[in-house]
């Protein structure tokens, strides 16, 4: 889809992103209350241009092929307090404010199984 000059991702941002082969990079979500990491999600520059101008998180969905905005559906949305690029270019880290749950399960985060831990 080519979008309309006025509506693309800002390009000093965009020429910044290293995307995979399909044009996404990956989005890491993290609850700004608390640190805690909700969920992974991905994200193209239109996804982005979205989060960024709404401050709703807005994703690519890989399997739908569309474009989901989190909490339309389910009414556990994510409102963005702040989008960081890591130093290389091919992450980004939302921080957010969550309201419900994170996980299509129902859990708070998506990383609620876990498979080690260290006890103190």
Do not use: N
Request: include cysteine.
């Amino acid at each position: 889809m080519q979008l309309e000059p006025d509506t693309q991702l800002d390009p000093a941002i965009a020429t910044r992103l290293k995307r995979d082969p399909a044009g996404l990079i990956p989005a890491i979500v993290q609850e700004a209350a608390t640190g805690t990491v909700l969920m992974l999600a991905w994200m193209d520059d239109e996804a982005l241009r979205r989060t960024l101008t709404t401050g709703r998180a807005t994703y690519w969905s890989r399997s739908r092929r569309e474009y989901w905005v989190k909490g339309d559906t389910s009414g556990h949305h994510q409102y963005v307090r702040s989008v960081a690029l890591d130093c290389d270019g091919d992450a980004l880290l939302l921080t957010v404010e969550q309201v419900g749950a994170a996980c299509h399960t129902g859990e708070h985060s998506c990383f609620f199984d876990v498979l080690r831990e260290e006890k103190a």
